[in-house]
């Protein structure tokens, strides 16, 4: 566990700049114009429309998408009542989950008033800013009536997590343990340690999944709530037990199928847990310091089911993996409350989604690769991504169902789709891709089949309908590693191109290589050691079509990888040289970058071939390429060296193809601020367009450029390398790429390759 300091917390939050979250604009606000439309005279127009009909206001304003995180600071995490202002930091760091994990923008709210009426009175007069309330660290009972209160009179969702958030993702991870355990929920015995909103709300929850309150006993400070105990509050009554015979933790839990802790540390001991039924299901929430270690739980027997709040151990109970993905669906349908319904249907789309494979990000995150659905594994990962397309729209369609949605979803995989490019995980280019490539499958070689990440992107790239995969190597060892890595290869083809089975196949290779290679002195023999190695192998399936397309790079140094390329494969006959693109998703669009891969110095003729190349590859991707040259200098201002260069080749573009729209050399802050550009340069080709290509002078400032970029802007989104030129398709990756990186080219090369068939059949 990262052990926190003060010094290194306050560090944090003080930084460049004091807080954790900020407001940005979402329109143009440059010009007069756009300051005109934003705000007077312009804004009128959305105001009338919003008078005539208020919910208009959801498609004109950030209604829709704006959560108020409101608290009054009187039980901040585990510090108590300290007051509003000093539960700021808290709150800001909700608002900061939301936007991260939901895409949710916040407004944090410190409301200065215990009073509970007075509370909701402030929160009631606020409330149409906004299109959910999510109410945080308020002591109970008030916050039950808050709550209760602002449900009735609120027409937004109002939900506070302290109770519902824990409730949610615990009574899911019960639902998942108890079915590890073979134990049904309507039968166990339930011990619940603490009575505040939390213990409450999650023993409501767990009635309605089907617990029975008379299986239930719950402990509040001072033992065992029952029926006969004076003052007890509305909330307490629901469970205190009728038998007598029990007063103490101790006596509780004795024979219990189930522990929930939410109240301290360390009362649960050892003994305690040795004295529950089999396979006890002990879930210890106190934090930071959980009602029993895991240390000691585990220790104390081995067929324990064990889960706590902290992220350091497996099955975690934490908030963040339901608040922000039930209040999207939530607002993606204006809904008017957040009712049972709904959280009954987070609580199942969460279980099930620990129920199905791991994305390979979550395994990466935790340094494991043995997840899955177990007894320490029965509760998702706040960092899969799949969550807020399954939670959300479970949470979306319950909405629906239940009749408080103001807006019906009908398209239910377009949603899924647009929730996945909210948060970065998927975009419109590769959405494309992959359904592009799964319309045509293509039988693809997988050169370092043992690879981990590359084993896993051809299992991916299979499930997904983008390719048919065969893995080089060894069969014995590729199937040790997926086992290993828990991966079913079932429909994968293995070749082991070292095996006495493929010595005539070695030998056909051979013959065609040494046959096509005789001017350069090739002997048959020399071929035929040659296909030993996995890239001479994997390429010449491809040549023979054996295969359609092969994908190395991540053991191979790239000069190996190139000259295996040019040997074997070879350069189509209109080009001179082959190169490599990077593309660039960023929320300025979509950028294309060359030669970032093979030519190291291009001279004049290759600096044309590589943007012949690149405009042939961006109309591949159905853009139509706006071309700057890129140099240090601009148009003509430095007469040697590399803009030179750079010039001369503009030059003979603009005679061979006088439509193609490429000027040059120029700066790259031209290049891309066309304002600037046209305004200094009103000469161009490029007069009045963005540029989307950049070719740029040498592979150091290609690679450079989009390496710096992926550095700095965590949010780009990069594929490549994309090889331009060579006849059949071959692709490379970095050493460094991920599963989805891997399964993006293989997406690229797929298309590629089909791409070469319609050609050749033509």
Known sequence: ????????????????????????????????????????????????????????????????????????????????????????????????????????????????????????????????????????????????????????????????????????????????????????ISKVKIVVNGAGAAAISCTKLYVALGAKVENIVMLDSKGVITADRPNLTPQKKLFATTRTDVHTLEEAIKGADVFVGLSKGNVLSQDMIRSMADQPIVFALA???????????????????????????????????????????????????????????????????????????????????????????????????????????????????????????????????????????????????????????????????????????????KTEGICYPILLGNPDRLRRVAERLKLNLDGIELIDMRADQEQGRRATYAKHLAKKRARQGYTFEEAYDKMYERNYFGMMMVETGDADAFITGLYTKYSNTIKVAKEVIGIRKEYNTFATMHILNTKKGVFFLADTLINRHPDQNVLVDIAKLSAHTVRFFNEEPR????????????????????HNAVEELQKQFPDLAVDGEMQVNFALNKELRDDKYPFTRLKGLDVNTLVFPNMSSAQGSYKLLQAIDQDAEIIGPIQMGLNKAIHFTDFESSVRDIVNITAVAAIDAYVDKIKNNK
């Open 1 to 184: 566990m990262v052990k926190i300091t003060k010094e290194s917390a306050l560090e944090y939050h003080l930084g460049t700049r004091p807080g954790k979250i900020e407001v940005k604009p979402t329109k143009p606000y440059h010009t007069q114009t756009d300051l005109s439309l934003a705000y007077s005279p312009g804004v009128a127009f959305p105001c009338l429309e919003i008078q005539q009909n208020p919910d208009d206001v959801y498609k004109y304003t950030d209604k829709g998408n704006l959560v108020a995180v409101i608290s009054n600071g009187t039980a901040v995490l585990g510090l108590g009542d300290i007051g509003a202002m000093s539960g700021k930091p808290v709150m800001e760091g909700k608002g900061l989950l939301f936007k991260i994990y939901g895409g949710i923008d916040v407004f944090d709210i410190e409301v200065a008033e215990k009073d509970p009426e007075k509370f909701c009175e402030a929160v009631e007069k606020i409330a149409p800013t906004f299109g959910g309330i999510n109410l945080e660290d308020i002591k109970a009972p008030e916050c039950f009536y808050i709550e209760e209160r602002l449900k009735k009179t609120l027409d937004i969702p109002v939900m506070h997590d302290d109770q519902h958030g824990t409730a949610i993702i615990s009574a899911a991870g019960l639902k998942n343990a108890l079915e590890v355990a073979g134990k049904d």
């Open 287 to 461: 934090n930071p310091v959980p009602e029993i270690s895991y240390e000691d739980a585990m220790a104390s027997r081995p067929d324990v089911l064990m889960s706590t709040g902290r992220s350091d151990y497996p099955n975690q109970i934490n908030n963040v993996i339901g608040f922000p993905y039930i209040f999207r669906g939530a607002l993606d349908v204006h809904a008017k409350a957040i009712n049972e319904e709904m959280k009954m249907a987070a609580v199942l789309a969460i279980a099930d989604l620990a129920k199905q494979p791991v994305p390979d990000i979550v395994n990466e995150v935790y340094h494991v690769n043995d997840l899955s659905f177990g007894p320490k594994y029965f509760i998702p990962k706040p960092v899969d991504p799949r969550l807020i397309t399954e939670v959300s729209a479970a949470v979306a369609k319950a909405a629906i169902e239940s009749g408080v949605a103001r807006k019906t979803i009908t398209d239910w995989d377009a949603y899924k789709k647009n929730l996945m490019e909210l948060l970065g995980q998927e975009t419109k280019l590769t959405r494309n891709l992959h359904d592009t490539a799964r319309m045509h499958p293509q039988r693809i070689v997988f050169a370092e089949g043992a690879h981990p990440s590359m084993m896993k992107a051809a299992v991916q790239a």
């Open 627 to 646: 071309m700057a040259m890129i140099s240090y200098s601009n148009f003509g201002t430095d007469e040697v060296g590399s803009p030179v260069t750079v």
